[in-house]
């Protein structure tokens, strides 16, 4: 682990985080009939825009896992860690609009949710940051 990178190490652990927090409750409603009952009901993550977060989830961890492996994946001047950023920035942005649009009930899912997306919103500009930082030409 001492080869990877401080932003591939902030998306692996916080993209697995936010992909097992989709499976919390993100919205809760309960309803009281009065003397006739009532009850809750919870919706999780994954459910409207959710799987759109949790198919970037997915991408993510598998492009950093691809990476960290050492797979060589050819793609021209494209870099990989802009790629990781996109992928990560993408899923923040994603996950925001999912917290925005459960306002209505939200539940704590959701805000754990909002903080990982925070955070996935940090690894991808330190991870995009990284790729901008290259060694010194070596002394003549």
Do not use: H
Request: aromatic share 10%; hydrophobic share 55%.
């Amino acid at each position: 682990m001492r080869r990877v990178s401080t932003g591939s190490k902030i998306l692996l652990v916080t993209g697995l985080l936010l992909f097992i927090d989709l499976f919390l409750p993100w919205q809760r409603v309960c309803v009281d009939f009065g003397g006739f009952g009532g009850g809750c009901a919870s919706a999780n993550g994954f459910s409207g825009l959710g799987i759109l977060v949790a198919l970037l989830v997915i991408a993510l961890l598998v492009w950093e896992g691809l990476l960290i492996a050492g797979v060589n994946i050819n793609m021209g001047t494209t870099s990989p860690a802009l790629i990781s950023a996109v992928l990560a920035g993408a899923t923040a942005l994603f996950t925001i609009i999912l917290f925005l649009t459960r306002l209505s009930e939200v539940s704590y899912g959701a805000f754990i949710g909002l903080i990982l997306a925070l955070v996935l919103a940090y690894g991808a500009y330190v991870r995009f940051n990284e790729s901008k930082v290259t060694t010194p030409p070596p002394a003549v």
